[in-house]
């Protein structure tokens, strides 16, 4: 499975002013004023402000007109603007994952979170199942997950939303963490994707990168939410009957997207 991936060398800018001030009179600030800037930047038309979104550009350029106007002097690459690096990524809807000729869907049987790095694709692997996430005592090995998609059930709980996905399955622990070497690590989250899930998988997620130059980052484990029935369809067998360590027919994956640079629109206010 991949992720579209487009890179925006100067696709965002971050309001940058110095502590010096110009010598023009500065306006007072009341409580009327304070009302006017929270709700100009709280407006629907600023869309969330998403980063890199016209939405933040707006906002942006109403944050330097209130820098121009309280006399702080510009400290940023044009004027009152840094620009910073942004890579943006989304889930193409076109995305598919097969196993023993039934098709799932993205946004519907499946999502894949989109990160700082491409996750590793999922075309030829197959599915382990992981048991129910959390459980130590039955936890798989680096050997057993190489390679596979590595299926959760959410825990004590049952299947579990988002809050169970445990900061990609539980990869916040120590180093040499067995499931670094999985392909994905998937959470069922139920008879369907919970809403949120299914909101990430229509959107695109955009966020800063530190160096521009430096090499691609290597790919990492895919974060995958599934519903019960593409679990059952990619291990192949009903959850009532899989085991801790089941493994699953040969998943198929296409992902049609593309990549392109791409620069977003910015003010040097």
Do not use: C
Request: net charge positive; charged share 15%; no cysteine.
């Amino acid at each position: 499975m991949k992720l579209s991936l487009i890179l925006a060398g100067t696709a965002a800018s971050v309001l940058s002013v110095s502590v010096a001030r110009a010598q023009a009179p500065t306006p007072a600030v009341t409580p009327d004023h304070i009302r006017l800037v929270l709700s100009a930047l709280a407006d629907d038309s600023m869309e969330g402000r998403g980063t890199g979104m016209p939405g933040s550009m707006r906002a942006a350029r109403f944050i330097a007109e209130q820098f121009r106007l309280a006399g702080l002097t510009p400290a940023g690459d044009s004027g009152y603007f840094q620009h910073v690096p942004m890579a943006t990524r989304m889930l193409s809807p076109n995305s598919t994952l097969s196993a023993n000729g039934t098709t799932l869907r993205a946004a519907i049987d499946f999502s894949v979170a989109a990160g700082r790095a491409d996750p590793r694709s999922l075309d030829g692997s197959q599915a382990i199942y992981g048991g129910v996430r959390g459980d130590t005592a039955n936890a798989l090995t680096a050997d057993q997950v190489r390679g596979k998609l590595v299926i959760y059930s959410g825990g004590a709980g049952g299947f579990g939303g988002r809050g169970a996905r445990g900061g990609r399955g539980g990869r916040g622990g120590p180093a040499n963490n067995p499931l670094d070497a999985a392909a994905g690590i998937a959470t069922i989250e139920g008879d369907s994707l919970a809403p949120r899930t299914v909101w990430a998988a229509k959107h695109t997620s955009s966020g800063f990168t530190k160096d521009p130059s430096a090499p691609p980052a290597q790919p990492t484990s895919a974060t995958v939410s599934l519903t019960k029935h593409a679990a059952e369809v990619l291990l192949g067998t009903s959850l009532d009957a899989a085991k801790v360590g089941t493994i699953g027919p040969t998943i198929h994956s296409t992902s049609p997207s593309s990549s392109a640079p791409r620069s977003a629109a910015t003010s040097s206010g």
